[in-house]
């Protein structure tokens, strides 16, 4: 019985590293192949649109909602204290720092980092990878590096889009339910951007969030490509394909958003 | 010419091969029988060497492919042309880009060169007029008869077929069978098809071979294999007998 566990546990643990292993080498061996999809900007643009425009909407009301979330719970907070004027700083500092990689690395993971692992599964069980290979048309080259470039791209420019509609719902809350002015708002909020570094004339803030989302970006296709590349056994392996690079995508957003946080605020 | 000998490849812990030899010469029309998973697509995924084998030696024109990966078998995989089971296409590419892909990937011809090469193909299957179409707006047969284009597009001298008739209705089955007919006359080509339709594959083969438990049990001209005594073939060739045996 606890031997079955061990073996189990071990079982486990192998298969883990395999996957892990398989995935990093997966991103090796794509890199050789982003100046190849940086000469087919079409594709890459075709991409784009098709995983931006399924996560625009979700991106939107999540992003508007969650800054007006935390502009009313600091809100709240601070108005015990009669502070609520400097909302717009927490709340700024909180979107780009934060809130605004964070979110928006969840939701491509939900939705293009879902969709990529299905898609690549589903060529997969119906033997186009096989076909791809045997033409000698490596899928690094056809599907992956694309795909981690195109969310290289899309992650950060749909976290600038977060920051922005997440700072603007906060300052309707502010504004609506706590009577904070506007300009109040938004000058509280420049002015906790610029306390920090700059650089090339913006906030350290602002770069350091838009490195995570590349970070995110990179992880969540590479996650889905390797999942979709190893699914096996039809439908169902597919669909596994899709679970497994969600759940492993959603724990490298929050690792990584730990790791990096710590390495460039310590 | 291809070789395959003495190959044993166990595949999700059963023996699927046990020491199977087969040998195809050059320019020859090499039909494949068995029941289903016996193992056939497994064999023709050696060739390419999508699978590699536990066991044996696999050369196609003395050049030895068995441990070959990735990048390595490019020169012996350009040479073979494979027409898979489903088609295989790719979802997002038109019909004629699918057919234009491996020239785009291998070769600097113009897009000229190429787009008369595509239809060149298209005709040749019979899909003039359905280039511009999407894999997923045409029928299973036709994206066989893509698959089969797509193959040929480089002019490999070697063509692999995976069931390209399975699951067509008769008429459709005997049009494939005539572009792989035509192509036997016309070229120089060695081939190896896999195929459930007894008619077809009587019609066709230089040489019929029938795979069970893992090896060739029987071979030979279509003449000699309908006079074979091994009862397994008797009744594998029963229905034919019967004179109906379509799919
Ligand atoms: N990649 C694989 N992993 C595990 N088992 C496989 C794999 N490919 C094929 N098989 C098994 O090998 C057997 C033969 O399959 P196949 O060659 O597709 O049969 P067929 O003769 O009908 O083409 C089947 O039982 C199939 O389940
Ligand atoms: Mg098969």
């Given at each position: 019985?606890?031997?079955?566990?061990?073996?189990?546990?071990?079982?486990?643990?192998i298969d883990m590293a395999e996957r892990a292993g398989f995935t990093?080498?997966?991103?090796?061996?794509?890199?050789?192949?982003?100046?190849?999809?940086?000469?087919?900007?079409?594709?890459?643009?075709?991409?784009?649109?098709?995983?931006?425009?399924?996560?625009?909407?979700?991106?939107?009301?999540?992003?508007?909602?969650?800054?007006?979330?935390?502009?009313?719970?600091?809100?709240?907070?601070?108005?015990?204290?009669?502070?609520?004027?400097?909302?717009?700083?927490?709340?700024?500092?909180?979107?780009?720092?934060e809130m605004g990689p964070f979110i928006t690395g969840l939701i491509l993971t939900a939705t293009a980092g879902s969709s990529i692992a299905a898609e690549i599964g589903t060529m997969n069980v119906s033997e186009e990878i096989d076909a791809l290979e045997v033409m000698s048309i490596p899928p690094e080259k056809f599907l992956v590096a694309p795909r981690i470039f195109t969310l290289t791209l899309l992650c950060p420019t749909l976290t600038l889009l977060t920051m922005l509609l997440g700072i603007c719902g906060a300052a309707v809350v502010a504004h609506a339910q706590l009577g904070v002015a506007y300009s109040i708002f938004f000058d509280n909020a420049i002015d906790a951007l610029r306390t920090i570094d700059w650089y090339f004339g913006f906030p350290k803030d602002l770069y350091t969030g838009l490195f995570k989302s590349v970070v995110f970006g990179i992880s969540i296709a590479t996650v889905a490509c390797a999942n979709g590349l190893t699914a096996r056994g039809g439908a169902l392996g597919v669909g596994q394909a899709a679970r497994n690079a969600v759940i492993v995508s959603f724990l490298l957003v929050l690792i990584f958003g730990y790791i990096l946080t710590w390495i460039l605020y310590r | 010419?291809?070789?395959?000998?003495?190959?044993?490849?166990?595949?999700?812990?059963?023996?699927?091969?046990?020491?199977?030899?087969?040998?195809?010469?050059?320019?020859?029309?090499?039909?494949?029988?068995?029941?289903?998973?016996?193992?056939?697509?497994?064999?023709?995924?050696?060739?390419?060497?999508?699978?590699?084998?536990?066991?044996?030696?696999?050369?196609?024109?003395?050049?030895?492919?068995?441990?070959?990966?990735?990048?390595?078998?490019?020169?012996?995989?350009?040479?073979?042309?494979?027409?898979?089971?489903?088609?295989?296409?790719?979802?997002?590419?038109?019909?004629?880009?699918?057919?234009?892909?491996?020239?785009?990937?291998?070769?600097?011809?113009?897009?000229?060169?190429?787009?008369?090469?595509?239809?060149?193909?298209?005709?040749?299957?019979?899909?003039?007029?359905?280039?511009?179409?999407?894999?997923?707006?045409?029928?299973?047969?036709?994206?066989?008869?893509?698959?089969?284009?797509?193959?040929?597009?480089?002019?490999?001298?070697?063509?692999?077929?995976?069931?390209?008739?399975?699951?067509?209705?008769?008429?459709?089955?005997?049009?494939?069978?005539?572009?792989?007919?035509?192509?036997?006359?016309?070229?120089?080509?060695t081939s190896l098809i896999v195929t459930h339709n007894l008619g077809i594959a009587f019609e066709i083969a230089d040489r019929i071979g029938f795979l069970e438990n893992g090896r060739i049990t029987e071979e030979g001209t279509p003449e000699e294999v309908s006079a074979s005594k091994n009862p397994f073939v008797v009744e594998f060739l029963a229905d034919r007998a019967a004179g109906k045996r379509t799919e």
């Open positions: 019985m606890i031997g079955r566990l061990f073996t189990g546990t071990g079982g486990f643990l990093i080498l997966l991103l090796a061996r794509s890199t050789r192949w982003f100046g190849n999809a940086l000469g087919r900007p079409r594709e890459i643009a075709s991409l784009g649109y098709t995983y931006g425009v399924r996560s625009l909407p979700v991106v939107i009301v999540v992003a508007a909602f969650t800054g007006m979330i935390v502009s009313l719970q600091t809100g709240l907070a601070l108005a015990q204290y009669g502070q609520q004027e400097i909302m717009g700083s927490i709340v700024a500092i909180a979107m780009c720092r | 010419m291809i070789r395959l000998e003495g190959i044993s490849t166990a595949l999700g812990g059963r023996d699927i091969l046990r020491g199977l030899d087969l040998t195809i010469r050059r320019n020859e029309t090499y039909v494949l029988l068995g029941p289903s998973g016996a193992g056939k697509s497994v064999l023709l995924k050696h060739i390419v060497g999508l699978i590699r084998p536990d066991e044996g030696r696999i050369t196609i024109d003395d050049e030895d492919i068995t441990h070959r990966r990735g990048a390595e078998l490019g020169s012996v995989r350009r040479s073979i042309g494979y027409v898979f089971q489903s088609g295989a296409l790719i979802n997002w590419l038109t019909v004629a880009e699918n057919i234009a892909l491996p020239m785009r990937e291998h070769t600097d011809q113009s897009d000229d060169a190429i787009e008369t090469k595509v239809q060149k193909l298209l005709d040749l299957v019979h899909l003039s007029k359905d280039g511009e179409k999407f894999p997923d707006e045409i029928s299973g047969g036709m994206k066989k008869r893509v698959g089969i284009a797509r193959a040929l597009a480089l002019d490999p001298p070697i063509v692999l077929f995976d069931e390209p008739t399975a699951g067509l209705d008769p008429i459709r089955a005997r049009a494939i069978a005539r572009v792989v007919g035509n192509m036997r006359e016309s070229l120089e080509v």
